[in-house]
T-cell receptor
Framework: ETGVTQSPTHLIKTRGQQVTLRCSSQ?????VSWYQQALGQGPQFIFQYYREEENGRGNFPPRFSGLQFPNYSSELNVNALELDDSALYLCASSFRDRVSGSPLHFGNGTRLTVT | SQKIEQNSEALNIQEGKTATLTCNYT??????LQWYRQDPGRGPVFLLLIRENEKEKRKERLKVTFDTTLKQSLFHITASQPADSATYLC?????????????FGKGTHLIIQP
């Protein structure tokens, strides 16, 4: 089985610009979620998609948006970039079933630097 | 919402000894706790899940306990090796429904000294 892949691995943007990060989920998984990890911190939940609809969101403003496609690949879009958006962005896929607590399978992230 | 606390200071352990990492949660008793390992520049890797009705879970040299009275989970690595050096993250559902993702602790940086 293929794992979770993210692109690009590194990205440098200027404040005010927009960015799109991409993720390909692990085969067989129906849920994708995105996390932001600042240096020295744990991952922080941005949002989650299930069957192409957002069904959970963390404490992030609307300028963070996403999409999930029929093949379970996903995008994270961030508009009007701010310096504090500099972080490692992690995509995670999982299989949602009736039992809670499905483990997350993470990609290796996109390191975004905003200058 | 849930809050997870881990000792974010580095933990130095001699090779061959048992490393014990602590995870405390502060609000409601979660249905489960998960533990992940993260190496520098990589995404977290899932290790173990323990549910609220389980006292202990084992996987090879790893053992996790769950004490709902103390609101605490302990993560043990026995016969530790330098290759076990990494940051270990504890996580649980942010809310009872689970649709609000996982809440992670800051992680504990474990260093196994040869």
């Amino acid at each position: 089985e293929t794992g979770v892949t993210q692109s690009p691995t590194h990205l440098i943007k200027t404040r005010g610009q927009q960015v799109t990060l991409r993720c390909s989920s692990q085969s067989g998984h129906n849920t994708v979620s995105w996390y932001q990890q600042a240096l020295g911190q744990g991952p922080q939940f941005i949002f989650q998609y299930y069957r192409e609809e957002e069904n959970g969101r963390g404490n992030f403003p609307p300028r963070f948006s996403g999409l999930q496609f029929p093949n379970y690949s996903s995008e994270l879009n961030v508009n009007a970039l701010e310096l504090d958006d500099s972080a490692l962005y992690l995509c995670a896929s999982s299989f949602r079933d009736r039992v809670s607590g499905s483990p997350l399978h993470f990609g290796n992230g996109t390191r975004l630097t905003v200058t | 919402s849930q809050k997870i606390e881990q000792n974010s200071e580095a933990l130095n352990i001699q090779e061959g000894k048992t490393a014990t990492l602590t995870c405390n949660y502060t609000n409601y008793s979660p249905a489960y706790l998960q533990w992940y390992r993260q190496d520098p520049g990589r995404g977290p890797v899932f290790l173990l899940l323990i549910r609220e009705n389980e006292k202990e879970k084992r996987k090879e040299r790893l053992k996790v306990t769950f004490d709902t009275t103390l609101k605490q989970s302990l993560f043990h690595i026995t016969a530790s090796q330098p290759a076990d050096s990494a940051t270990y993250l504890c996580a649980t559902a942010s809310s009872g429904g689970g649709a609000d993702g996982l809440t992670f602790g800051k992680g504990t940086h474990l260093i196994i000294q040869p």
